[in-house]
């Protein structure tokens, strides 16, 4: 069956104004418009997002060229001059992060050093946004990330669905986070003909105020899925059991503090009915789906006949698309914010939803100095 790439979204965004000044004949002098999109990937499975959106402001895509040397360094040439203009650099992460990272900041730097007035990154998947919290003896990478990226030049960032809204907080320079909800709650709404007989779950706690929140949307009920299989004994060894056992520990007179009790999630449990229902699970990335797969297991348990996965990353790393063909669920749908086509090539129940629009709304709305709100319509924090 062929796979078709979804351009929804007539409703949500169909009254938008056409961009202003946006004609037939801005392809050819974009140059004088005072804004050039650049993309900054070196592989050509990257470059459609950034194709499909200079498409749809009718200008072309800025000269560049970005190649890896022999040794492995990354190499970034600008062709075209960037005096004066503000450089919208559009950046998808693929599988290889780190040097997707310094092709970054290789070109926000080269323009920097060739006088652009702004450099805008549109990075809809933001990379490294999971080591936001100080884990034992680590680091908050993604606040190194931030950093890096101011020094390199960037003034200003578009990104889509940040895996912890508190990120914004670590840039020096002002944030755009945009959501996908819009899309995904259409897709199921025109997509999924029974969805009135959905029940919207979250695979554990920590998601059920995304999944409330798309549930009180679509006015469907929610389950949440709480508790964890039973450990290994290997598992207590690993460090996520708190308090960590500490042997011949030495403690000063007059300093015992009460006793803690270890953290125990209970057996696993459904809370709300899926009996009979299409059961739908949201959550904003799916990279490693062991415990997506998990899940559809205990809901088809449950009683649910039909399962989907919503997301708005779609990662889907190692055995991901092995592990979704021989799985429970039914579809999996992610947006096109990272390159998948390998993966849906080896798994045709991974659909995709374009959301090439509202990016080049951001981006023409930034240039023209424009207010974001409109894209924030209707959107609450939750989403």
């Known amino acids: 069956m062929p796979r078709k790439l979804l351009l929804p979204y007539k409703s949500v965004f169909s009254h938008f104004r056409a961009p202003r000044g946006l004609h037939d004949s801005l392809a050819m002098?974009?140059?004088?418009?005072?804004?050039?999109?650049?993309?900054?990937?070196?592989?050509?499975?990257?470059?459609?997002?950034?194709?499909?959106?200079?498409?749809r402001l009718g200008a072309e895509l800025g000269k560049s060229v970005v190649y890896q040397e022999t040794n492995g360094e990354t190499r970034v040439e600008i062709k075209e001059s960037v005096r004066g203009q503000d450089i919208f650099i559009i950046q998808t992460i693929p599988r290889d992060v780190n040097t997707a990272v310094m092709e970054l900041l290789i070109m926000a730097y080269a323009l920097k050093t060739s006088c652009a007035r702004n450099i805008i990154g549109v990075i809809p998947y933001f990379p490294y946004s999971k080591q936001s919290k100080m884990r034992k003896r680590g680091s908050i990478v993604c606040k190194l990330l931030a950093s890096m990226l101011a020094?390199?030049?960037?003034?200003?960032?578009?990104?889509?669905?940040l895996h912890q809204k508190e990120i914004q907080g670590?840039?020096?320079?002002?944030?755009?986070?945009?959501?996908?909800?819009?899309?995904?709650?259409?897709?199921?709404?025109?997509?999924?003909?029974?969805?009135?007989?959905?029940?919207?779950?979250?695979?554990?706690?920590?998601?059920?105020?995304r999944a409330q929140s798309y549930a009180e949307r679509l006015r469907l009920g929610l389950a949440v899925i709480h508790g964890e299989a039973q450990c290994t004994e290997q598992d207590m060894d690993d460090g996520r059991h708190s308090p960590p056992m500490v042997k011949n520990a030495?403690?000063?007179?007059?300093?015992?503090?009460?006793?803690?009790?270890?953290?125990e999630k209970p057996p696993i449990t459904v809370v709300g009915d899926v009996g009979g229902r299409i059961a739908i699970i949201?959550?904003?990335?799916?990279?490693?789906v062991?415990?997506?797969?998990?899940?559809?297991e205990i809901?088809?348990?449950?009683?649910?006949?039909?399962?989907?996965?919503?997301?708005?990353?779609?990662?889907?790393?190692?055995?991901?698309p092995r592990l979704i063909e021989e799985s429970s669920i039914d579809e999996v749908v992610v947006t096109n914010t990272v390159p998948h086509e390998v993966q849906k090539l080896q798994c045709p129940?991974?659909?995709?939803?374009?959301?090439?629009?509202?990016l080049s709304e951001a981006i023409r709305r930034i240039h023209n100095g424009e207010s974001m709100a409109y894209l924030f319509r209707n959107i609450t924090v939750d989403d």
């Open 170 to 209: 670590f840039f020096s320079f002002p944030v755009d986070n945009l959501r996908a909800s819009p899309f995904l709650l259409q897709y199921i709404q025109e997509e999924i003909p029974d969805y009135r007989n959905a029940v919207i779950v979250a695979k554990s706690p920590d998601a059920a105020k």
């Open 29 to 55: 002098n974009a140059a004088r418009s005072g804004y050039r999109v650049f993309s900054a990937n070196s592989t050509a499975a990257c470059t459609e997002l950034a194709k499909r959106i200079t498409e």
């Open 290 to 296: 062991e415990s997506f797969v998990a899940a559809a």
């Open 151 to 161: 020094k390199a030049g960037l003034t200003h960032i578009i990104t889509m669905d």
């Open 349 to 358: 129940k991974i659909k995709t939803v374009d959301i090439s629009l509202i």
């Open 250 to 263: 030495t403690v000063h007179p007059g300093l015992e503090l009460p006793l803690m009790m270890a953290k």
């Open 299 to 320: 809901l088809k348990e449950r009683g649910a006949y039909k399962i989907f996965v919503m997301a708005t990353h779609g990662l889907l790393s190692a055995e991901a």
């Open 282 to 288: 949201v959550d904003d990335i799916i990279d490693d």
